[in-house]
């Protein structure tokens, strides 16, 4: 399985990116599906998931009613969409595929839990 995100760069505090995330290599409709974000010096941590139909999602409190993930399995595909971009959004973003289809609350805002991932994409949001 490999997963490959794009869409990072550079905006200003209160711009908009779109991250995606491309599947191959294995299936995708049944994995819950998931971002992180990792800033320098800092932990990985939790942004967003998506369950295997798309029909469920979690947001971090941090990006709550800003960052709004989706799926389309028919292209294999997971979104980040990010507006209303502050500093502190700075990061590298992953994707991950979960090690299930099962939505467990706990499991699915773990990082150990997922276990495939992407190489990472780059967002840096300026003041």
């Known amino acids: 399985v490999q997963l490959q995100a794009s869409g990072g760069g550079l905006v200003q505090a209160g711009g908009s990116l779109k991250l995606s995330c491309a599947a191959s290599?294995?299936?995708?409709?049944?994995?819950?599906m998931g971002w992180f974000r990792q800033a320098p010096g800092k932990e990985r941590e939790f942004v967003a998931a998506?369950?295997?139909?798309?029909?469920?999602?979690i947001d971090a409190d941090s990006v709550k009613g800003r960052f709004t993930i989706s799926r389309d399995n028919a292209k294999n595909t997971v979104y980040l969409q990010m507006n209303s971009l502050e500093p502190e959004d700075t990061a590298v973003y992953y994707c991950?595929?979960?090690?299930?289809?099962?939505?467990?609350?706990?499991?699915?805002?773990?990082?150990?839990?997922?276990?495939?991932w992407g190489q990472g994409t780059l967002v840096t949001v300026s003041s």
């Open positions: 998506i369950s295997g139909s798309g029909r469920t999602t």
């Open positions: 290599g294995g299936t995708f409709s049944p994995y819950v």
């Open positions: 991950g595929r979960n090690q299930g289809g099962v939505w467990h609350i706990a499991t699915i805002q773990h990082p150990g839990k997922y276990k495939y």
